[in-house]
């Protein structure tokens, strides 16, 4: 599994080590390790979670983009599920100033597919990528609530835009 994580530009990182989610720290039934890819540092930031609707209005799509920009100005991170429609435009909107994408399956297998090049663009950009389950897992239906304890685990509060 490490070099696994290596050759996908990943690393791990157990609960009580430093670059570990702090709000994580104090959910219930926090993940003992989170497979990371990108920066530690967004860590840090006050995070507030951006979520809503898969097939969104442009309305909702436009709205979820200018609240994370604008949250993203004001020193928030954003987090969101990396789904279509507005997790998607929550992570767009917040490229620049910091955005935590998790995820329901391994870090090698993001879904949806479509939503492979903004994760590797947010790892680049001084955000991360973040998943409890093993590389080489698909998600499935029921780790789609997994993964939204997560989300809501790593902020101080959740935005839903359309639902």
């Not at 497979?35 to 969104?56: D, H, Q, S, T, Y």
């Amino acid at each position: 599994e490490v070099e696994t994580a290596r050759r996908a530009g990943a690393r791990f990182v157990g609960i009580g080590e430093g670059d570990y989610p702090p709000l994580m720290k104090s959910m219930d039934h926090p993940p003992p390790l989170l497979a990371v890819k990108g920066e530690g540092a967004v860590f840090r930031l006050p995070a507030i979670a951006i979520v809503g609707a898969r097939n969104a209005s442009l309305a909702g799509i436009k709205m979820a983009r200018t609240l994370a920009a604008e949250l993203g100005r004001d020193g928030y991170g954003i987090v969101s599920g990396l789904a279509r429609g507005i997790d998607t435009a929550a992570h767009q909107g917040s490229l620049a100033t910091g955005t935590i994408g998790v995820l329901a399956g391994g870090l090698d297998l993001p879904y949806p597919p479509e939503n492979a090049e903004l994760c590797n663009e947010i790892a680049e950009r001084g955000g991360a990528i973040i998943s409890e389950m093993p590389f080489g897992w698909q998600p499935r239906a029921q780790d789609f609530p997994r993964r939204n304890r997560l989300v809501a685990g790593a902020a101080l509060g959740l935005v839903v835009v359309e639902a």
